[in-house]
Nanobody
Framework: QVQLVESGGGLVQPGGSLRLSCLASGFPFSSYPMSWYRQAPGKERELVATIANTGGSTNYADSVKGRFTISRDNAKNWVYLQMNDLKPEDTGVYYC?????????????WGQGTQVTVSS
């Protein structure tokens, strides 16, 4: 029932920009914080950014702070990741994630991911 679908990835040169989007369904979107994660080849998945349910509070990994911006549109169930000044080390699969508290405990829901490649 819960579904997260990412889009917007692609190939970009260093210094370029991309805007990722995640469409959520199957849960009361505006009640939950949302996060973006990424996973580079051969590396563990890492948290990139998170945003409160209202959009009033955000947090970023140190590696992307000042370059990436997470936002959301609660009226349309979208969460976004604006990525500026992209670097080769930003390359990886980017995932949208929500944690729903069901059946007495937390459960992670992930999108299928969208590939971001930063290369000259």
């Amino acid at each position: 029932q819960v579904q997260l679908v990412e889009s917007g990835g692609g190939l970009v040169q260093p210094g370029g920009s991309l805007r990722l989007s995640c469409l959520a369904s199957g849960f009361p979107f505006s009640s939950y914080p949302m996060s973006w994660y990424r996973q580079a080849p051969g590396k563990e998945r890492e948290l990139v950014a998170t945003i409160a349910n209202t959009g009033g509070s955000t947090n970023y990994a140190d590696s992307v702070k000042g370059r990436f911006t997470i936002s959301r549109d609660n009226a349309k169930n979208w969460v976004y990741l604006q990525m500026n000044d992209l670097k080769p080390e930003d390359t990886g699969v980017y995932y949208c994630k929500v944690v729903l508290w069901r059946w007495g405990g937390p459960h992670d829901y992930w999108g299928q991911g969208t590939q971001v490649t930063v290369s000259s």
